[in-house]
């Protein structure tokens, strides 16, 4: 049992709780990924906690279910969107059957340029993207990587 510091920045919280499940071995099937709301001074961090690391095949192994959601922060989500995290949490987990993206403006096209360029994407059958503007061709891209698994797609803005 560690004593752990009371004043843990965002990201840190996020890197204490995935070591622990890949510490456990806990088999982790829906996560929610909700992003601070507003300006973060932190956002670098954030950046350099949230990286690749080994064990995310450990935590993402038994994932189904993943809800991405990121608030409209221009400055902060060009700094997290553009993290390996949120690329490896779908890319690490191979029964992923649900995802559902919100993320605001052109970050969201960023994201869905990189998961269509994913040559073995997970069997996803229910997909969610909300809030985004994404480029025609990546989400094309995208969706012809989910066209034998995909029976479920919902957009909106």
Same mark, same amino acid.
């Given at each position: 049992?560690? %004593?752990?510091?009371? $004043?843990?920045? !965002?990201?840190?919280? =996020?890197?204490?709780?995935?070591?622990?499940?890949? $510490?456990?071995? =806990?088999?982790?099937?829906?996560?929610?990924? +909700?992003?601070?709301?507003? &300006?973060?001074? *932190?956002? *670098? $961090?954030?950046?350099?906690?949230?990286?690749?690391?080994?064990? #995310?095949?450990?935590?993402?192994?038994? +994932?189904? *279910?993943?809800?991405?959601?990121?608030?409209?922060?221009?400055?902060?989500?060009?700094?997290?969107?553009?993290?390996?995290? !949120? +690329?490896?949490?779908? /890319?690490?987990?191979?029964?992923?059957? %649900?995802?559902?993206? $919100? !993320? &605001?403006?052109?970050?969201? #096209?960023?994201? =869905?340029?990189?998961?269509?360029?994913?040559?073995?994407?997970? @069997? =996803?059958? *229910?997909?969610?993207? %909300?809030?985004?503007?994404?480029?025609?061709?990546?989400? /094309?891209?995208?969706?012809?990587?989910? @066209? %034998?698994?995909? #029976?479920?797609?919902?957009?909106?803005?």
């Amino acid at each position: 049992h560690r %004593k752990l510091p009371t $004043d843990l920045q !965002f990201g840190e919280c =996020i890197a204490v709780f995935l070591a622990i499940i890949a $510490d456990t071995g =806990i088999p982790v099937t829906s996560f929610q990924f +909700l992003g601070p709301d507003g &300006y973060m001074s *932190d956002a *670098d $961090d954030l950046h350099h906690v949230l990286s690749p690391w080994p064990e #995310s095949s450990v935590v993402w192994g038994h +994932l189904q *279910d993943l809800y991405l959601h990121w608030p409209c922060n221009v400055s902060y989500s060009r700094t997290c969107l553009h993290s390996p995290f !949120f +690329l490896s949490a779908v /890319q690490c987990a191979p029964r992923l059957h %649900k995802l559902y993206i $919100d !993320f &605001y403006g052109v970050e969201a #096209s960023a994201f =869905i340029r990189k998961l269509g360029a994913t040559e073995d994407l997970p @069997q =996803i059958q *229910d997909l969610t993207l %909300k809030h985004g503007r994404i480029e025609e061709r990546y989400l /094309q891209a995208f969706l012809q990587g989910l @066209q %034998k698994s995909l #029976s479920l797609c919902t957009i909106s803005v």
